[in-house]
T-cell receptor, first 111, second 113 residues
Framework: SQTIHQWPATLVQPVGSPLSLECTVEGTSNPNLYWYRQAAGRGLQLLFYSVGIGQISSEVPQNLSASRPQDRQFILSSKKLLLSDSGFYLC??????????FGQGTRLTVV | AQTVTQSQPEMSVQEAETVTLSCTYDTSESNYYLFWYKQPPSRQMILVIRQEAYKQQNATENRFSVNFQKAAKSFSLKISDSQLGDTAMYFCALTINNNDMRFGAGTRLTVKP
């Protein structure tokens, strides 16, 4: 069966520090991969999605970037975090069915 | 670009009663998928129900059913016999060509004992 791993679960980082959140999927090949951000009590904002290795689509110009170095690995990064980057980050995958399956999420607090 | 709108930020229902959550969307595509996801306090996103746009029959999953009105671009979720465990944020979502998925702002549902 397919599983998705996202880590870390919680992260507290100072302003200006770098960020790396990692997500891996098991049990499927060539999945579509997504990064979402959820502000407190609000909906999910699509940040990036990828349909294949090295193929990244960015939805919102911002302080973040994404990479897909391997088929089932998706990384969310920042060189210098801002206070406004705080939030709950969710990784998800889909394929071949259209529904997305989500990781447990990472609560990021920038201080 | 496609958009999803949920106009009810919060709703409440008595245990065992029925509640309907609203969702409207906009897309120029004719083939797409619609979903309802549940996010309990654990914040784990859980798929509740799926609807294919090409199917006229409304999807059902146990106590959950949808009213899909394609012409009106409306996709509401009905929860029957509400249970305390249904308390959660509910998100409506739309995907086209399985390349990205857009979510509404969510509706916070509270089931009262």
């Amino acid at each position: 069966s397919q599983t998705i791993h996202q880590w870390p679960a919680t992260l507290v980082q100072p302003v200006g520090s770098p960020l790396s959140l990692e997500c891996t999927v098991e049990g499927t090949s060539n999945p579509n991969l997504y990064w979402y951000r959820q502000a407190a009590g609000r909906g999910l904002q699509l940040l990036f999605y990828s349909v294949g290795i090295g193929q990244i689509s960015s939805e919102v110009p911002q302080n973040l970037s994404a990479s897909r170095p391997q088929d089932r690995q998706f990384i969310l990064s920042s060189k210098k975090l801002l206070l406004s980057d705080s939030g709950f980050y969710l990784c998800a995958w889909s394929s071949p069915l259209p529904e997305a399956f989500f990781g447990q999420g990472t609560r990021l607090t920038v201080v | 670009a496609q958009t999803v709108t949920q106009s009810q930020p919060e709703m409440s229902v008595q245990e065992a009663e029925t509640v309907t959550l609203s969702c409207t969307y906009d897309t120029s595509e004719s083939n797409y998928y619609l979903f309802w996801y549940k996010q309990p306090p654990s914040r784990q996103m859980i798929l509740v129900i799926r609807q294919e746009a090409y199917k006229q029959q409304n999807a059902t999953e146990n106590r959950f059913s949808v009213n899909f009105q394609k012409a009106a671009k409306s996709f509401s979720l009905k929860i029957s016999d509400s249970q305390l465990g249904d308390t959660a944020m509910y998100f409506c979502a739309l995907t086209i060509n399985n390349n990205d998925m857009r979510f509404g702002a969510g509706t916070r549902l509270t089931v009262k004992p």
